[in-house]
């Protein structure tokens, strides 16, 4: 005796739950009930459940009965000749989808050799236990767990063709790599999911060496000359977007180029770029800061009276300017309107972006690291052959990560590009003995090893170095984007401390614990200088003890309460007036005492 | 490097008493003279920020152990709380900790397996429920009938009637008897009572304590070297030592306010040395004891427990502003406003805040103007 719940709804009770579950399957697999229905026994508990709701992720498997795969070789036959549809094969009731509930009920082989007469279903592949991501990754079956998660993860950073009608869209940020490749150790997945039309990386020759030192800590030691030739190039798109608003009051915003009465202008170069109208053209340069359109705002506050009466506009500039620290050419202009009748701009600005140090690349197989040198080719280690790597990687990332998924990819990829075919190397399909094979036919160790000679000197490299072809991807993670110091500039208005941000051009927190060490070394007069970015000077009453203020008209330093002037000079950080300034407000009377 | 060297010696506080540990005393002439300068130059100076370097000190291990932790899998011992919570515990002094534990050495005497496992016996709390077959309700008679298991029993070393007058002496409610030699009929002393009052009763009767001390939940006999040594799971030090047999010098337990109570402060603090240290040393985290120690005198100075933080040691803080910028500004102020309270800016934070250079180390040092 025993519950049945349809999506999660107690419906009844029934006395053989296992006779129930049977005869829906066996109904499911005729065709008389849904695909998508599935039925969950859970012991223990002696429940039912039956699922026809969405959001269950289903997964096809090919039914096994007394230990047979309904799907025989021979269906398979038919299969690819299109004799039979996918469809039927479900109809049939040879196929069929299970979720994630019923799969605890099932018992699923991985491997056709391994089906006994308890199994209930059998993978289509085995390499279908692996989700998408992780089987667009090559070798997954040599590498350990975690690296295939990184791995994944970074293929989501990779710049490569993300979109094909990139040139018509306007994302705010996008990367686009200039000579995209499919990778020589490609997965089946890649084709099946259609990213083999949009490729991610490029196939570079990388040797397992150290160089100098350069390539510790995961750096990597690139060609000068592959550099040149175009290796990892990529264009990086930003879009910026304007609105000319209509305010409360007969206001709006106007996009032209401003005149000189108006608040905030900004220097002439800035707006030397522009057309007529106030926007900048097609396939014009734009430099940091330089405006891409013009527009004018009413101001957020009326001022006082004073400077309305000196005739000082009312208006600001709130132009659209690139970003700090970014450049371009503009690729496109959009002028379009919301559905308010305002006017929307958006201006696009592309960004060819050359591979420097710093930039950041990845392998598929969580191997990440930045370029740590660019190396003239003549300087670069080379075989009897004359080849010569375009990066160098440090043979420490190997052996704590156990990534041998990718020495086999450099190894499969030299065997690639030896005998010009690409190399399946998805999970439990990659043959390593018939790569080896290929290497020896083609007239290579078959280790994928060689004797390597140093540009530099022309001697020969004691030992033996792995190069071989791997794919690398160029991510979107540039240090054009990500640089940043200071040493003095802005500060924010409230507090006079240092503006923070590298978009505002801020400056590097010293934050609580550093000035814990501070303390702990003693350097008092150290600690004293890093914190007196917003130091002020202030007078301060000797009666009163708050703060007075100078008196212009008067040419002396006065009592905000007392009216006299007995004041001393005191030297304090602005921030903590400030907190003087708001208890104040808070009616707390702060009284300072200056010994 | 000798101070620390002494430290090590078996819980010996030697490292605060100026003489030199024994290792040491038979120095002469100008060894003497080095070993003493270089206990001087071991020495604080004048203006080292001893406070912030024992925080750090002892946080900054403190941030490794939660990545690692440990484990001793298959090992008959008590799960006692360790690690990062322990350390927390201790440094936030919780009144009780989350896994009280007592550890009893045996005077000579008792130093035997038998007589170990008998004070054992005698210590570990028991309660009806422990020694109870079942318990049922008599509505003919409207009495609670009482079965004692019999294996319980011997194990517990109890009898019928050692359990009805342990339960008649803690409840006076009621009235026991001993029916035969495993039953016990249990009757309210009430003229008026009803199913529900044998309900409560039953319940309440439970939980009543037969045997044993209080609080000890569990109990391990074990042989330490040459030692019979008595590890318990709850703790309550007070009865434990009132016990004959027990060693009264080296018995301890983990609850560091139950010491305070019973040994006074000096031992709760040493206690907190030992334990904050202990906990380091299982994580292999090797902090010097000093840092510790100015932790735990700072945490008992005031002759009662502080906690380290806003309730405790942070919180009575002299500084209006070192408070405010520590937790609850808007408490702290209002309340220095309520009050008039005054900063003297003597201590570091307080002329951080001002941009003064804080009285620590080169800050310490003033100019003297010749007059």
Known sequence: MGFVFINGNLVGKVKDLEALRAEIIENRRKGRLPKHLNVYLIEDRDELHINIDGGRVLRPLIVVKNGKPLLTPELKEKLIKGEVTWKELFDKGILEYLDADEEDNAYIAVNEEEVTEEHTHLELDPATILGIEASLLPFPEMNRGDRLNYGSRMVVQASGIYLKNYLIRDDTAAQLLVYPELPMAETQTLEATGLATHPSGQNLVIAVLSYEGYNIEDALIVNKASLERGMGRSYFMRTYITEARKYWGGQEDIIAIPTSDIRGLRPEKAYSKLSEEGIINVEEYADSDDVLVAKISPIRFIGIQEELRIGISNKRDNSVVVRRGEEGVVEKVILTENENGEKIIKVTVREYKIPEIGDKFATRHGQKGVIGMIVPEEDMPFTKDGIKPDIIINPHAIPSRMTVGQLLEIVAGKAGALMGQRIDATAFKGDEKEIREMLKKAGFRDDGREILYDGKTGKKLEAQILIGIGYYQRLYHLVSHKMHARSRGKVTLLTKQPTEGRSKEGGLRFGEMEKDCLIAYGAAMTLKERFSSDKYKFYVCNSCGVIAYENKNKGRVECPVCKGSDVKEVEMSYAFKLLLDELLSMMIYPKIEVK | ?371
């Open chain 2, 1 to 371: 490097m000798m101070a620390k060297k002494s430290a090590k010696q078996k819980n010996d506080d030697s490292v605060e008493s100026l003489t030199l540990p024994p290792k040491y005393q038979n120095l002469k002439g100008k060894k003497l003279k080095e070993a003493l300068e270089r206990y001087e130059k071991m020495k604080y100076e004048y203006g080292e920020a001893v406070g912030v370097v024992a925080a750090q000190s002892i946080s900054e291990p403190a941030t490794q152990i939660t990545l690692r932790a440990y484990h001793a899998a298959g090992r008959v011992q008590l799960v006692t709380t360790k690690g990062l919570p322990r350390l927390i515990e201790i440094f936030d002094a919780k009144k009780e900790p989350k896994t009280p534990s007592m550890s009893i050495y045996l005077e000579p005497d008792y130093n035997n397996a038998e007589k170990a496992h008998e004070l054992a016996s005698k210590i570990k709390e028991t309660s009806l429920k422990d020694v109870m077959e079942y318990d049922a309700i008599d509505l003919t008679e409207m009495v609670l009938e009482i079965k004692l298991d019999k294996n319980k029993l011997q194990n517990h070393l109890l009898d019928v009637t050692t359990v009805r007058n342990a339960l008649s002496k803690s409840m006076a409610t009621a009235e026991f008897e001993v029916k035969d030699d495993l039953t016990i009929i249990a009757k309210p002393k009430a003229k008026q009572y009803g199913l529900k009052d044998l309900q409560a009763m039953r319940t309440r009767l439970r939980e009543r304590h037969v045997k044993g001390i209080r609080g000890v939940k569990q109990i391990l006999v074990e042989k330490d070297g040459e030692e019979w040594k008595i590890t318990t799971l709850g703790s309550n030090l007070k009865k434990v030592l009132e016990l004959k047999g027990v060693d009264k010098r080296r018995t301890y337990t983990n609850n560091i306010f139950e010491v305070a109570e019973v040994l006074g402060i000096e031992a709760a603090r040493n206690l907190i040395i030992r334990e904050a240290l202990n906990t380091l040393r299982e994580q292999g985290v090797d902090t010097d004891v000093r840092h510790i120690m100015l932790v735990a005198d700072i945490m008992t100075q005031t002759g009662v427990i502080q906690p380290i933080g806003r309730y405790g040691v942070a919180g009575s803080k002299a500084s209006v502003l070192a408070r405010a910028n520590f937790e609850e500004t808007v408490k702290h102020l209002t309340k220095a406003a309520y009050l008039g309270e005054k900063d003297t800016l003597t201590s570091v934070v307080e002329n951080v805040i001002i941009g003064n250079a804080v009285p620590v180390g080169t800050g310490m040092i003033k100019i003297k103007y010749k007059d």
